[in-house]
């Protein structure tokens, strides 16, 4: 009699605390940046949200970044570029 061994693709949660940095009260002089998972016309929202955020709350500076493509997490060197770069990110998506 053969042995077969069965695999479960069930995975363990892992569970890391962290410590989230308070959101700024103000956005005046901030640098933004956008990580843009490559969806169609993220980049015009961030080009109008760039603008209404520099017009509106005084960013000083709107930083946009493409990942490679929609379908895998962006690369180290994209994530350390922002958090070197900005004071507050944000992720988007358009279509």
Known sequence: MATITV???????????MTLPALPLRLEGL???FLDNTKS???RLVQDMG?????RHGVRE???RRKGNAATP???D???GLAKDCDLV???SAD
């Not at 695999?7 to 605390?17: E, H, K, M, N, Q």
């Open 7 to 17: 695999l479960s693709p069930v995975g363990r949660p892992r569970i890391a605390a």
């Open 31 to 33: 640098r933004v940046g």
């Open 41 to 43: 016309n993220f980049d």
């Open 51 to 55: 603008a209404m955020l520099r017009e």
């Open 62 to 64: 709107i930083v946009h």
């Open 74 to 76: 962006a690369a180290d």
């Open 78 to 80: 994209i994530i350390a």
């Open 90 to 92: 944000f992720a988007g």
